[in-house]
C-alpha cells in the first residue's frame, strides 16, 4: 500500500516537474489577465514611450499584459535615494516587454531583479599595472545586465532613450538584450535559438555584419550602427538591437539580411512603429 503510495507521489512529482512550465503559465494566466493597465497607467505610456503611441492596436495589448506580468514577477528597487514610482515602473517594464513582445510568458527566466539609480553611477574598480601593482579607481556607468539576474539603470538614461525614440540609443533595449544573449548561459552576441540551421545562419548573417561594423570603425567611417557595437560580439548583439528598433528604415536599407534575421528572432517589424518618429 505505502509502495503504491509513494510510486503515485513520484509520479505526480514527475509529471508536474515536466509539464511545470505550462502549469506556471496557465497559474499566471488567471492570476494577471484579467489585470489590465489603468487609464493612468496608458496615459504615462502614451506620454513617455512614443512607439507605443504608434503600435496596433493588437501590439499594444500583447504589451500591455506583458508589462502587468512583468510588474508582478519582478522587482524595481530604486537606489541613491530615488523613490521608484509607478510611471517609472511602467516605462522600464514597458522597454524591456518591448523586446519579447510575441514571446510566451515567462520571458526573461532569469530576471529577478532592477535596479534603478538616479542618473549615471560610479563603480569602485580595481585593475593591475604591468608591475603587478592593484590600482583602484571609479568608472562611470549608465547600466548593466549581470548573468545572475539584475540589470542597473540610470533612471535619467532610461528616459532620454524614450524622449529620442529614433536615435538609436535606448539604455533598455541595450541592457534587456544583454539579457536575453545571457539566458543561453553564455554572454557571446547569440541568443537562443531553435534549430541547429537557425544557430548556422545567424552566425553567418551576426559574423558578416559584426565584421563590417568593426572594419569601418577601425578607418573611422560612419555606420548606421553604433561604433559601441565593435566592442565585442555581445555589444554588437545589444547595439544592433537598440538600432532595429529605432531605426529599422535605415537598417534595413544598408543591411537587408540582418535586418530580416532580428525579424525572425524578435518576432516583429519595427517598421510598423516607427514611421511617425
Ligand atoms: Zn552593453
Redesign the pocket.
Known amino acids: 500500500m505505502i509502495n503504491s503510495v509513494l510510486l503515485l507521489a513520484l509520479v505526480l512529482f514527475v509529471l508536474i516537474y515536466w509539464r511545470w512550465s505550462m502549469i506556471q503559465h496557465h497559474i499566471w494566466k488567471r492570476k494577471y489577465i484579467a489585470q489590465g493597465l489603468s487609464r493612468n497607467d496608458k496615459a504615462v505610456l502614451l506620454k513617455y514611450m512614443s512607439i507605443y503611441r504608434h503600435m496596433t492596436d493588437k501590439d499594444r495589448a500583447s504589451l500591455e499584459r506583458h508589462i502587468v506580468w512583468f510588474l508582478g514577477e519582478k522587482r524595481i528597487l530604486g537606489r541613491d535615494g530615488l523613490k521608484v514610482n509607478r510611471a517609472m515602473e511602467l516605462v522600464v517594464a514597458a522597454d524591456a516587454c518591448l523586446l519579447v513582445l510575441n514571446k510566451p510568458w515567462p520571458l526573461y527566466p532569469n530576471v529577478k531583479e532592477v535596479l534603478l539609480y538616479p542618473s549615471s553611477y560610479y563603480v569602485p574598480q580595481t585593475s593591475k599595472d604591468g608591475a603587478g601593482l592593484v590600482n583602484y579607481h571609479t568608472s562611470v556607468r549608465q ?3 549581470w548573468p545572475g539576474g539584475t540589470l542597473v539603470l540610470s533612471w535619467h538614461d532610461v528616459l532620454e532613450g524614450n524622449r529620442l525614440p529614433g536615435d538609436g540609443h535606448n539604455l533598455v533595449f ?2 534587456f ?2 539579457q536575453l544573449d545571457q539566458q543561453t548561459g553564455q554572454t557571446n552576441g547569440t541568443p537562443a535559438l531553435i534549430s541547429r540551421e537557425q544557430y548556422t545562419h545567424w552566425a553567418k548573417v551576426f559574423q558578416r555584419a559584426y565584421s563590417n561594423l568593426k572594419s569601418h570603425v577601425a578607418y573611422q567611417m560612419p555606420h548606421v550602427i553604433h561604433s ?1 557595437g565593435a ?1 565585442n560580439e ?2 554588437f548583439f ?2 544592433v538591437t537598440e538600432t532595429f528598433i529605432e531605426k529599422p528604415a535605415e537598417l534595413k536599407s544598408y543591411d537587408p539580411e540582418l535586418f530580416t534575421l532580428l525579424c525572425q528572432y524578435y518576432q516583429f517589424n519595427p517598421s510598423d512603429w516607427a514611421k511617425s518618429f
Open positions: 547600466g548593466e545586465s541595450h541592457e538584450a544583454h559601441y566592442t555581445a555589444e545589444a547595439v
